[in-house]
């Protein structure tokens, strides 16, 4: 089976995939393989590798992709066959990204009579589309006529016996013990032909999902900028987590794995020169976990080179102490720590209450002056600034500027110095998924007028507003 998603094209892994690949040839035998696909690709050569490997041409081991090779050498037929008709292909798509280059390649199979799976992030969301599409043609209508099989949750809960269905969504329960064990040889990339990616950057799972998406909060939101003169009121939206991250909803939080599971992972992750590759502790609040597994990696005698954390300003601030001690230990073992994605967000607190990221400029100058103090003590051991690879986050355009949040954030980048190491080189504009909350907003405000927003695949353009009477 060849599993689908989008890919930069960069040697980093897409953790997801290789798991749910690595499940099905570990524990249900059918041969796996993940082909990233980059932004820029030949369809007509895709399309030539896929028949190639279906029908046997082509496979990572040089054996007939439709057997198995056991350890042994010996090869027998996947055990999903039996539940699949005589000729039947199972594809699947996970970790789309809003790109409908890759919905329309699902398409193309499904009608070339491939069996479609579609799991990985909002599965669900994307296969059921929006609410209310018959009163409201133009809004995402959901994937259903090009997927047999929406799978939810994590995918050690698939059976071979699921292949067999057709036209059904699937949803189990996020639980602590999901599988988590990765073939890191089975990432392939694909843009004009397909290339063996050997990973550079991994990842490993500390939390399921995001502590923060635990936060019921309730904003008001005054109507886009262009359309105030239209008389719409200030609408409340309901959100958890931040509110225009789908992660939150579609996932929520679950516990961190544990130790054990955690270290286990680390230690599967490949090495160059003796030590692990640089990875992503795939956890919002990381520093709680980060001390005891450094100490954790050092009494099982594995070398790390680089931790990249995805972490939040309210994480930092909490443990600017800890930091120093953390650090110190990171300096002895001759190892990085990188802050690599720090969710700024905004430099203007009427945005950061509108997003419902739960800190204000106050709290983000405090974290940007502890960042820059640990540099000065810990010199190539710590990283976070933009030209150490860091890219943190800050969203602009938004629906709401207007003249006093530009200045407000402009002043902000300008007084605090944040042009000298944590503004990235490009703003990211509002990114609207139809299954955020904002979404929710954006579908109040088309119920309440004869607005409606352009749809592109599963984004809600909020800078697109057409019908406007
Ligand atoms: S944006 Fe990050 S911090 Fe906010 S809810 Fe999503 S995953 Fe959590």
Redesign the pocket.
């Known amino acids: 089976m060849i599993i689908f998603t989008h890919h930069t094209g960069e040697p980093h892994s897409i953790l997801g995939a290789q798991v749910a690949a690595t499940f099905f040839r570990r524990k249900l035998s059918i041969s796996s393989i993940v082909v990233g696909i980059e932004r820029e690709f030949s369809k007509e050569r895709l399309f030539r590798f896929i028949d190639e490997y279906y029908t046997g041409k082509w496979s990572p081991t040089g054996k007939p992709a439709s057997s198995i090779q056991h350890s042994c050498g010996a090869t027998s037929r996947p055990k999903n066959h039996d539940f699949l008709l005589p000729g039947e292909k199972v594809v699947a798509f996970s970790h789309l990204c809003g790109r409908i280059d890759i919905v329309g390649l699902a398409r193309e199979l499904k009608q070339e009579g491939f069996i479609t799976i579609l799991g990985g992030p909002q599965a669900r969301k994307d296969y059921d589309g929006e609410p209310d599409t018959d009163s409201h043609p133009h809004r995402f209508g959901g994937l259903k006529s090009i997927v047999d099989i929406a799978f939810q949750g994590p995918v050690d809960r698939l059976r071979s016996e699921h292949l067999g269905m057709r036209g059904v969504f699937l949803e189990y329960p996020w639980t602590k013990n999901i599988f988590l064990e990765v073939d890191w040889s089975n990432i392939f990339t694909f843009s004009d032909t397909l290339k063996k990616l050997e990973v550079q950057r991994g990842q490993v799972v500390n939390a399921i999902g995001?502590p923060?998406?635990s936060k019921l909060q309730t904003v008001t939101l005054p109507p886009p900028i262009n359309l105030r003169e239209r008389g719409i009121p200030e609408l409340e939206v309901r959100s958890e987590?931040?509110i225009f991250?789908d992660?939150?909803r579609d996932k929520g939080y679950h516990g961190s794995v544990g130790r054990d599971r955690l270290i286990a992972q680390i230690a599967g992750l490949p090495e160059v020169d003796g030590r692990k590759i640089p990875f992503e502790l795939i956890d919002?609040y990381p520093i709680r976990s980060l001390g005891k597994l450094l100490e954790d990696t050092e009494r099982n005698d594995i070398k790390l080179s680089q931790i990249n954390l995805v972490c939040?300003v309210d994480d930092i601030n909490a443990h600017a102490s800890d930091l120093v001690e953390i650090l110190s230990l990171v300096r002895r073992q001759d190892m990085k720590i990188m802050f690599a994605s720090i969710?700024f967000e905004s430099f203007c607190d009427r945005l950061l209450q509108y997003f419902c990221k739960g800190i204000t400029v106050a709290d983000i100058v405090k974290c940007v002056e502890t960042l820059r103090r640990l540099k000065d003590r810990f010199g190539s051991h710590f990283l976070y600034r933009r030209e150490e690879g860091a890219n943190h986050g800050f969203i602009r355009p938004t629906p709401w500027d207007d003249s006093e949040t530009l200045q407000e954030i402009d002043r902000n980048i300008f007084l605090h110095r944040f042009f000298e190491d944590i503004l990235p080189e490009h703003s990211i504009p509002l990114i609207i998924h139809h299954a955020s909350y904002l979404g929710d907003w954006i579908r109040q405000i088309e119920s309440m007028t004869e607005i409606t927003f352009n749809r592109d695949g599963t984004w809600i353009e909020w800078w697109n507003p057409s019908h406007v009477l």
């Open positions: 995001c923060y998406a987590g931040c991250c992660v939150s919002e939040r969710g």
